[in-house]
C-alpha cells in the first residue's frame, strides 16, 4: 500500500508525494482523511485558444489533525491510460487548519497538453491529501470538467446601406482553435449557427435562422431587410468547443 510504505520508509511528505503520482487504478483511503469538494475553473468549462492557458483547482480537504499536503493532477482519456496529463505548479500544505481549500495551478499548453485537438472535451482530475498522522486520501477521479477549443467568428452584411425590403446576404466564418496547428482554423461541416438581428434602438437580439457551416467553416443566408438594426452569428459551442458571438454589423435600411 502507498501510506505503509511511505511510513516504513520514515521519508515524510517526501516519500509520500512522489508515491501520489498516479498509479493505481481505485480510490484508497487511509484514515479519516478527505476530500469534500474540487472545482475546476470555479465550476466554467476550460476554453483553450492557441497559446498557454492557465487554470486553476480549488480542492477542499480535511483531518482532524490537519493536513501535510494536498495535489491533483488533471487528465484525459482513463485513469489507467492517461493520453494527456497536466501537473500543478506547487502543492498545497503543510497546515494546521482541521478543513483546507488547497487552490492549485495548471498551465495548458496547446500542441504538448493537450497536444492535439481531438483530445477536447471531457477532463479528469486525480487528487490527494495526506495528514501529519500517516492518514491519506488518493481518488483517481475527483472531478470531471470540460476542455473545449476556442471559437471565433466574424459576420458581413451586403449591401450597405440596403433598400427597404430587398434581400440582405449576411456571410461569415466560424473558426476553431487548432492546438496542433497552432492557429485558428476552420469548423467542420454541419455545425449549427444562429442569425441573431437587433433593432436599432434595441438591447435585445432575436434569433432569424439557423445555418449550418460549410466544409470551410464558412455560413451565409439571405433575409429581408425591413428595420435599420445589427446583425450576428452566435455559435452555442458542444463538448468540444466553446460558445461565442461574432461582433455586430450594423445595416442602414433606406
Keep these: 500500500m502507498r501510506i505503509k510504505s511511505a511510513v516504513a520508509a520514515a521519508c515524510g511528505v517526501v516519500a509520500l508525494s512522489a508515491l501520489a503520482v498516479p498509479s493505481a487504478h481505485a480510490d484508497e483511503r487511509f484514515g479519516d482523511t478527505d476530500i469534500t469538494g474540487v472545482v475546476v475553473n470555479g465550476g466554467n468549462p476550460v476554453v483553450v485558444g492557441t497559446g498557454a492557458r492557465t487554470v486553476t483547482v480549488d480542492v477542499i480537504a480535511t483531518d482532524p489533525s490537519g493536513l501535510d499536503q494536498i495535489n491533483a493532477t488533471l487528465y ?10 497536466v501537473a500543478s505548479t506547487a502543492a498545497c500544505g503543510p497546515t494546521t487548519a482541521v478543513t ?95 442569425l441573431q438581428f437587433r433593432p436599432a434602438g434595441s438591447s435585445t437580439y432575436c434569433t432569424l435562422k439557423t445555418v449550418t457551416t460549410a466544409a470551410d467553416g464558412t455560413v451565409s443566408t439571405t433575409v429581408r431587410a425591413y428595420l435599420d438594426g445589427s446583425y450576428r452569428w452566435s455559435y452555442a459551442g458542444t463538448a468540444d468547443t466553446a460558445a461565442a458571438v461574432s461582433a455586430d454589423d450594423y445595416v442602414d435600411v433606406r
Design 76 to 85: 484525459h482519456g482513463s485513469y489507467g491510460s492517461q493520453d494527456s496529463t
Design 100 to 194: 483546507s481549500t488547497c487552490t492549485l495551478t495548471f498551465t495548458l499548453t496547446p500542441g504538448t497538453a493537450p497536444a492535439g485537438d481531438a483530445l477536447a472535451g471531457t477532463w479528469h482530475v486525480s487528487a490527494y491529501a495526506i495528514a501529519p498522522d500517516s492518514d491519506a486520501v488518493f481518488l483517481d477521479s475527483a472531478a470531471d470538467f470540460l476542455v473545449q477549443r476556442e471559437t471565433r467568428l466574424t459576420v458581413d452584411a451586403t449591401p450597405e446601406p440596403v433598400r427597404f425590403g430587398r434581400n440582405l446576404t449576411v456571410a461569415g466564418t466560424v473558426q476553431h482553435a487548432g492546438w496542433a496547428a497552432g492557429t485558428a482554423v476552420p469548423a467542420a461541416a454541419g455545425r449549427s449557427v444562429d
